[in-house]
């Protein structure tokens, strides 16, 4: 292949990288090379500053006009899959997708393919000719049976803007649970610490004495109806910890339909190996629904270039819409359409 007939990518460096060596400048926009390959990219003459060649030491500053031209493949790449992943929102900078059930969102462990990251990474493909010149990236997570929104930013910019407003706690979450046992009260806040729980094997979570390395952990919850054995409510988690929704619910008595680990009371169910890697991990409920009954049904947050606040709203569908049909819910039985929008749930029940 002739060099010359490569594209040339122009860069601008910004504040938060000033200073900075150019391989590491290179690696945040190119996050499927390694700084091993762009070093050896500028190594070659690839790369340039304000028109001058440059080598792999050369450091960065505000304000520079950066090229390179990869003359070298990228080396870490995701396998693109066409999954099936509904998109509630996209632009250059961002992405926001509606999270099936049994989804991992990357790849990790066993688990290397059928990820949220594979399905956007092949969206993300047909933007460009250039295999692995975009690649997706993960600021928060979801649980794997959780469904529901979910943002991945698609460019460094945007990679830093959103993994600081999650850090900072300036990102509005809410979730639709469907809960064993009736809650007697309207609405409440569960104020309870969560560390991990001793078990050794697996990472799971307690609001248990014994827990370890506790930290302070709040959600807010609204009752939205109440069924003869079932509750169905709004959960909006003030803090960030892992499973706190499910461990605050399963500790205020009520643990979420179809949870796998988590019972009343602090209590833990049995783990059974029941599936490895991509293999399904249905939970027999009763119910048509074979996972655990949670979806994050809204998304709110600055857009991390424009600064517009957003809100996403993701459609309840599948086993957990037809699960509230059984159940009797009058709202969602007037629903004739395969997915409910989730504006339907949240009208009038704002948590604050």
Known sequence: MDVKSLPVFELTVEAFLSGHRIDVFLSRHFRNYT????????AAGGVTINSVPV???????????????LIEPPDK????????????YEDHWIMVVNKPPDVVVHPVGTVQSGTL?????YLLDQRTKYKGLLRPGIVHRLDRQTSGAIVVALTHVAHVGLSEAFETSRVSK???ALVEGRIEKDQGVIDRSIGKLPTGRHVLMSCRPDAL???PAKTSYQVLERFADHTLVLCKPVTGRNHQIRVHLAHLGHPIVGDEFYERNGRVKPFHNKSE?????EVETGLPIRRHALH???LSFSHPVTQRWMSHLAPLSGNFLATLRVLGSEQFSKSNSRSLPANEVLDGHELE
């Open 35 to 42: 700084t091993w390959r762009l070093q050896r990219i500028a």
């Open 55 to 69: 080598n792999e030491v050369t450091r960065v500053f505000e304000g520079q006009r950066v090229c390179v031209r």
């Open 77 to 88: 790449l995701l396998e693109p899959e066409p999954l099936t992943l509904p998109v509630l």
């Open 117 to 121: 990251c594979n399905g956007v990474q």
């Open 174 to 176: 809410t979730y639709l």
């Open 213 to 215: 390395q506790p930290k």
């Open 277 to 281: 890697g991509n293999a399904s991990r």
């Open 296 to 298: 994050a049904c809204q």
